[in-house]
């Protein structure tokens, strides 16, 4: 199944790829500045190699959540990944905060090649960067809850050198 889902992925990509490349690299010129709208769409990071694309966006709004949830509470984020959400079978991997109410706000979305520990890691580089760079904060979360998916919990390990509590996804649990 995972070779298929391989080749059918590079196949496509490949055969549509040149037709949207110029678009894509259009799109994601658009990055962080100071006249950005609140709710308006923007790329951290952008790489279209050959057929292996990685795609990082956000928004203000979506970006401010984890700095509001953060003076409320000890910085918890929860990294979620899926390959329902997209045609073509890519992983979609999405970082989210969590209200005391215990509702998730998103914080960014990053579309990627494969789930793997390198894309994690790539994740986690360009938001803590980001976050650092423009918003003078350090993305340090105390509490990370992922699938029981080894990728995403050896990505989050190789990512961060601080110490925090790794939880898993109460909605997987009853699951495994």
């Not at 992925?9 to 010129?29: D, F, G, H, K």
Request: glycine content about 2%; charged content about 20%; overall charge neutral.
């Amino acid at each position: 199944m995972q070779n298929y889902l391989y080749r059918y992925r590079r196949s496509l990509i490949a055969s549509n790829y040149p037709e949207v490349q110029q678009y894509l690299t259009e799109i994601c010129a658009k990055t962080w500045n100071s006249s950005l709208k609140e709710d308006e769409l923007f790329f951290l990071h952008s790489d279209f190699q050959n057929d292996e694309v990685s795609l990082l966006f956000s928004s203000k709004a979506l970006l401010l959540n984890c700095p509001k949830q953060y003076n409320l509470q000890p910085m918890f984020i929860h990294l979620d990944s899926t390959f329902k959400l997209v045609d073509l079978g890519l992983p979609l991997m999405i970082v989210s905060t969590k209200t005391l109410n215990h509702n998730f706000r998103h914080l960014a979305f990053f579309l990627t090649w494969s789930e793997s520990l390198e894309a994690v890691k790539l994740l986690f580089k360009k938001l803590c960067s980001f976050y650092a760079d423009n918003l003078q904060i350090q993305f340090r979360p105390l509490f990370i809850m992922t699938d029981n998916v080894d990728v995403l919990i050896t990505g989050c390990q190789k990512s961060f050198d601080h110490q925090y509590i790794h939880l898993g996804c109460q909605f997987h649990l009853p699951k495994e």
